[in-house]
Each structure stands twice: as C-alpha cells, then as structure tokens.
C-alpha cells in the first residue's frame, strides 16, 4: 500500500502537471483569464474552485447553454471519470457510476452515487431534473460520505438553483431540432419588496419524438420523452444578517418505450470453457466473445426498423413506458451571528413512478409502480473563515420510504414453462397501465414501503500550520435504520414446519473520515493529499433468511453470504497538483488515486442448487432460483487531467481525460460460473467502466460587423468499451461522438444552429448481460444505441436588467 502511494507522489512530482479540480467546463475568455472566479460549496463553505483540495468539475449556467447540456447525462459525458451505464435507454436509471464503481443493483436505497439539488438528497434517479434553472451543477469524485452522507460512496453530483435578485429580468429558451424536438423554457424574477423579498418563476415543456422507427402499426417511436416543470423560488432577507431562500418544484415526465435492445443467445459466438463432468453441479452455457454491435442485434437487422414485439402480439404499444412525477421543496435559512454562521436546511422529496415494459421481449410483460419519500435535516455551525484555525459542525436527520406500490409479470406466449395457460384476458377496458399487476402471468406483488431513517453528526476543522501548508481533517459519524416495512419472512425449519417470523430491520453504525493536506507553493499551484473513508448502505439477502436453517448454512460456507448484507466500504488515497500559467489565460489540473473497495456488493442469482443440502437437486424439492447479494473486493487506480488555454482573444481549447483500471480482488458470480465452470471472477474487471475516457472542445468568438459577435464550439466526447459483465468477452465499442454549433450573440439575443452526433456514430453505447429468454435459456445482451445525427436551432433571449 505505501509503496504505491510513494510511487504516485513521485509520478506527480516528475510530471508536474495533476490536480484534483477537474476544471474541464470552464468555458470562457473571461473565465480562463481570471475575471470571473468560480465558487464552489462541496465543502459546506463558499470557496474559489482553484483552492478546494478535491476532485471536482463545476459547470456554470453559461457552461450549461454553451455545451448544450440538458440533464444529467450530458454532464457524464463531459466529466471524465463519470459514466453512466443506461443500457435501459430510459429515464429512470440511477446508475451514476463513479471511477468504475457501479452498483450491485441492489435496489432504490442502495445506490454507490447520488445527486442532490440544493444540498437535498434525491432517490433514484436524477435524469428528470431541468437544466434552465440550474446556477451551478458541481460534480465531486471519490466517497463524499464526510460531508454529503449516506449513498455518496463514489461521489456527488449537486445541482446549484439560481436565487433572485432585487431587480426585474427574465429570459426564455427555445430549441427545435429533428425528430420533433421541441424544449422551451422561460424564466421571470424580480422584487415583492425592496431589498427584502425576491421571487424568481420559472417552467419548462420539453417534447422528443423519438428517433427509432417501431413496427408495431400506429406505435410512437421508440425514445419519445416528455417533461413539464414549474417552480417558484423565493428568497427573503429580512434583515442583513440573515438569508431565506424557499424553492418549491413539480416535474411531471411522460416516456414511450425505451430505446433498448436484445441480442440474443442465438447471437453467441464462444463457451462454455469448462468439462461439464469437473462442475457436475453447474449448468453451462455459451457466450459473446468480441464487440458488440448494432449489425450483430437481430432485432436491428432491417435498417432502423426495431421490432420489440412477436407477430400477433396484442398489448398497445404506446402504454410502454414511463410516467413519473416530482415534488421537490427545499428550505435553506442562513443567520450570522457575529463572525459565525448558523444554516438550517430542510428538504422534502416525493417521486411516484410508473413503468411498463418488455422484461424480455416477445415473452414476458413488466409493470411496477413506486412511491418514494423523503424528509431531510441539516443544521450546522460554521466559525468564521478568515481565522487560522477554523471548524465547521452539523447535525443530519434522513428519513426516507421506498414503496414498491404494484409489480407484475406477464406473459405474452402462453406456451412458456412459467406462464399460466389460463390467465384470462391481458388487459381489461383501455388502459394497461395499473390493470394488470395481479391479473395474469408468473406472478405479482405488493412490497411495503422500505423505509431508511439515518441519523448523523458531522465536522471539519483546518488548521494553517504555515502561511503555506494546511491540514484539513472531516468526519461524519451516521447510524442508520433500515426497515422493510412490514415484511415477515417465514423461516422453514427442517421438516417443512411453518418457523418464526422474522422482522428484516437492522441498525448501520459507521464513521468516515478525510484528511486532507494541502501545500500552496505559489499563487498559482498548488498540491493536495488526501485520504478518505466512504460507507455504503447494507440489506438483506430475503431469500437466504427464508430458507430452512441447513439450506442457509450451504450458502454461508460456499458463497459467504448470510440473511444481511453489510455496508460497503471504500479507502481512498489521492495526491493531486492544480496550476494556473500565462497570467490566468490557461490552467493544467489533475490527481492520481488509489482505491480499495471491500464489502462489495453484487448481485447474482443461482440455478438448480441443493438447498436443503442432501447431495441431490429436486425439483419441487430445491429452489430452481436464488437471488442473493454476496460482497466481494475490488483495487481501483487511476489518475485525471485536465486543462484549458485561450490561444488568443478569440480561440479557447480545453481537454479532459481519465484512466481508470478496476481489478477484481474477491468477486462469486453464478452468471461466470456458467461459462468458466467457477463462481470466482477474481482477476477480471469491474463491468461498464470505460479504461480511457475524454473530452476535447474547441470555441471561438468574433466581433459582428454590425454588433454583438459570432461565435461556434466544437465537443468530441471519446469513450472506450465497456465490458457487459465481469466475464470480460462481451464489450462494447469504443467511441467518438461529437457536437457542434455556431451563431450570433449579443448582451440580451443569441441565435445558433447545432448539430449533435455529427459523425452519425451508432456503436452501441451501453450493453448488459441479459436473460435471453424464457423458452430459449442463455445469455444475451441488452443494449442501448444513441440518438442518429440530428439538426436544430436554439434561440435564447434575456430582459429587463442585465
């Protein structure tokens, strides 16, 4: 371990040029030159970018327009080290995975990453938030539980809104591009009362019609999004020593079919890669070997043309998809006393969800609905900041319910082994949607609402030791609650008698902290080091405490795992320069770190195993299917560097780049073991982690003749493959995908004309193992392709005070 940080210290100190703040979105002359700084709050306090000893990327409001950002997907795509694996093509994946750690899919209160707004934990995802009221979004790598809390084990991504002013100004926004995309926004803000109440309202309705064609006859295309939002914010400053800011946000999102496909078993071209008679006890199958890509989807194979349905099928296509809506509030108060700080903020959080589609296509039906709550409160104290010793400490109060209201399968060919024959009709009077969770197919149900209560105290202080030098010490220590609400599982004893009931409730204690050292060597440069603990949420293995004691003891001896799963845990160690030159014109950042990832959570599942332990498998007898989560290890390394230059008055080039390497230390998969003939995957690589990732834009600007300027940007995003799963045959291409766009612009009007995915790159952009199928077992691959080339035109205009 010492000898790989001691290596690391001296790769920085040779190359000079590494730096935790990835300051790749800073966008402008006037940025680059100094004339505006960035402020950043990752650490509960106000703080310019170029002096926080982190590993963060902040996009401004201006850097949102400019980039064309739009939700949270595009900022992954221009934060290197962050990447999101949506192989479902829709809206509602939270899988933000962080320096190649991705999530165990082990459910909604589960997650390795989160996003917050405000400061505001969200559960789930993050892809309904609207950008056109967005002030700042900072992206923060590495276990940000110090600071941030429960669920932020690879890192944060915090959504900063626009607060009032005192004077009157609005802006609006409309973009219409192909395939019938249309995205309008407005804004207006202004004073209720002098200088002491603000109020800023703002909406947006978003249309995309999809750019896939579907063959069901009358069917929406695949990929159709829709989104409503409105909000108000209010901000009061009823005296000068204290700030009120109020912020009240519906968002209401209603998707087609998402743009997903399935390769199938058919496809595979390699394995299995074991005698059958050495793992008598394994059933195996074949694989992918190689790239996958759009010519190898059956489903693709007639130009872009998607069937996701068999012949005849009688279900309407456009009730598959996503419904969902938001409610956000959030309640931040700031009172100076004196030289201190005291800030409160309160949040409530509620999403309800609907979603229909095919589980596997042409066989099996999925709908479930949710309802997420959460209730959030923070307090803390901070001293004043011009001090040589100075402290910050809170107090954290999390309360949050997962309810899984309605989930159901159904079939779709009557002839499959786990459909019932006789089911009765598929829908009853219009809607599909809520009709047929219960009514048909292998099985429903309705889940109690899961439900999470984490309570925290946390703190930092940081000490100058020198003008130069400044040691930087953080910790959060959080118990956590976790209840399935309530759910009782029967627990067999061994002669099949009914057992005790058991409560799935357990408490999480942990304590992480950071430590941090930071060196100003000059005005320009400065280096970091630091180490940090990061906690993630634990569970339970359902499955494992139904089983019969003996059955129990088979899985606790061959895999290691019992009734609960423990909390996973993260060291991190990463050392880091950044470097501002040229008089503030261009800057060269980076940070190398190392990681080791145990209590690793992963998710897998086994087929015809003897659960009741006497040597022999029984249908009827022994569970055909177990679902269990084990935990594993992982070592995690890599390094990140950015940097920006403004080649003259007119030209700015900016450049991002992120090499991350996953090895797996401990790692028991039954989906391996079917295709290697060993549960043990150690030695592989974590799956959907791109090795090499980067950005590289280039923008311009020129005086108009007859006012205002010209100005264009051009964006090339590059991602390498990315392995389906940790067999490591199956990958995805590696990829360029680029934008550009080009206009006119003054103080108050800008009009320009983009195209995205200019090169029409199709390679598949995300890929997991998948069930072939019911009827034909084996291993496919869903997948998830981008948008084609598409063209449109943006027009923004602001008023009123500038």
Not at 161 to 189: C, F, H, M, Y
Not at 198 to 218: H, I, K, Q, V
Not at 556 to 568: K, L, Q
Not at 658 to 664: P, R
Request: net charge negative; with cysteine; charged share 20%.
């Amino acid at each position: 371990m010492y000898y790989r940080i001691d290596m690391t210290a001296i790769l920085i100190a040779s190359l000079g040029l590494f730096n935790p703040s990835t300051a790749l979105s800073q966008s402008g002359l006037e940025e680059i030159s100094g004339l505006e700084e960035i402020i950043v709050t990752a650490r509960k306090i106000s703080e310019s970018i170029q002096d926080v000893p982190l590993s963060i990327s902040s996009f401004s409001s201006g850097d949102i327009q400019n980039q064309a950002i739009v939700n949270v997907d595009d900022i992954a795509k221009f934060t290197p080290g962050l990447f999101m694996s949506n192989y479902t093509g829709k809206r509602d994946d939270p899988g933000l995975i962080f320096r190649g750690m991705e999530s165990g899919n082990t459910g909604r209160n589960a997650q390795l990453a989160s996003a917050f707004v405000d400061g505001i934990y969200l559960t789930g995802s993050s892809q309904w938030v609207s950008m056109n009221d967005i002030e700042r979004v900072e992206v923060v790598k590495g276990p940000q539980s110090a600071f941030f809390g429960r669920a932020t084990f690879g890192g944060a991504v915090n959504f900063i809104t626009k607060t009032p002013g005192n004077e009157w100004r609005g802006d609006t926004q409309l973009i219409a591009g192909q395939n019938r995309r249309g995205d309008l926004s407005a804004s207006v803000e202004g004073p209720i009362i002098e200088d002491k109440l603000a109020f800023r309202l703002s909406g947006r309705f978003y249309t995309y019609g999809g750019a896939w064609d579907n063959e069901f006859p009358g069917g929406e295309k695949l990929g159709a999004q829709e989104t409503t939002a409105a909000n108000l914010t209010l901000y009061a400053t009823p005296k000068e020593n204290i700030s009120i800011k109020f912020r009240s946000l519906y968002s209401k999102d209603q998707d087609g079919a998402g743009v997903s496909f399935l390769q199938l078993a058919g496809q595979n071209n390699c394995g299995p890669f074991f005698d059958p008679a050495t793992a008598p006890d394994i059933r195996p199958t074949d694989y992918y070997c190689g790239t996958l890509t759009r010519d190898g989807l059956g489903a693709l194979a007639v130009d872009t043309s998607v069937d996701l349905s068999t012949p005849g099928a009688s279900w309407p296509k456009n009730e598959f998809g996503l419904t969902r809506s938001v409610n956000l509030n959030t309640l931040d108060i700031k009172v100076d006393i004196g030289s201190y700080t005291l800030s409160s903020l309160t949040g409530t959080f509620k999403e309800d969800s609907e979603n229909m589609s095919e589980h596997i296509p042409g066989e099996l039906l999925r709908y479930y609905t949710y309802e997420d709550t959460t209730f959030s409160q923070e307090l803390r104290l901070n001293s004043p900041s011009d001090q040589r010793l100075r402290w910050m400490v809170g107090l954290y109060y999390l309360d949050i319910s997962y309810g899984q209201q309605n989930a159901g399968y159904g079939c779709v060919n009557t002839t499959m082994i786990y459909c019932t024959p006789a089911r009765g009709p598929l829908f009853f009077g219009g809607s599909a949607r809520g009709a047929f969770g219960g009514l048909f197919g292998v099985g429903s149900e309705v889940t109690p609402a899961n439900s999470v209560v984490n309570q925290a105290v946390f703190g930092s202080v940081s000490f100058d030791i020198t003008d130069q030098l400044t040691l930087n010490i953080e910790a959060r220590h959080a118990n956590e609650e976790l209840d399935y609400g309530q759910t009782t599982i029967v627990q067999q004893a061994p002669a099949g008698q009914t057992g005790a009931e058991v409560k799935l409730n357990a408490t999480f204690k942990s304590t992480t902290p950071r430590i941090i050292l930071d060196y100003k060597a000059s005005d320009d440069t400065m280096f970091y080091l630091s180490y940090s603990e990061g906690n993630n949420p634990g569970g339970f293995n359902t499955q494992i405490v139904e089983m019969a004691p003996e059955a129990a003891i088979v899985f606790e001896n061959n895999f290691g795992v019992g009734p609960e799963i423990p909390e996973g845990e993260l060291k991190n160690y990463e050392v880091g320069i950044k470097h501002s030159f040229a008089n503030g014109r261009g800057f060269i950042n980076g940070a190398v770190y190392f990681m080791e990832w145990t209590n690793q959570v992963f998710k897998t599942f086994l087929k015809e195993i003897d659960t009741n332990g006497d040597g022999v498998y029984v249908l009827g007898e022994d569970s055909p299917q177990i679902d269990f989560s084990g935990t594993g290890a992982t070592d995690i390394q890599g390094f990140e560097v950015s940097a920006g230059y403004a080649l003259s008055d007119n030209w700015i080039a900016n450049l991002s780049y992120n090499y991350n390497h996953t090895d797996i230390k401990e790692y028991l998969d039954a989906p391996y073991a079917e295709v290697f003939g060993t549960y043990d995957a150690s030695g592989q690589e974590v799956a959907h982690s791109p090795k090499n990732s980067g950005v590289v834009s280039i923008s311009f600007n020129m005086p108009a003749a007859r006012g205002g300027e010209w100005f264009g940007r051009l964006d090339s995003v590059y991602q390498d493959s990315t392995y389906a799963w940790v067999h490591n045959l199956a990958e995805t291409p590696a990829s360029v995908r680029s934008n550009i766009r080009g206009g006119w612009r003054n103080d108050r009007y800008s009009v320009s004309l983009w195209v995205e995915n200019l090169t029409d790159e199709d390679s598949v952009v995300a890929a997991r193992r998948f069930t072939s199928g019911l009827t034909t077992p084996g291993s496919g691959f869903k997948v998830h392709l981008p948008n084609p080339r598409e063209f449109g035109i943006t027009f923004q205009a602001r008023f009123g005070q500038l």
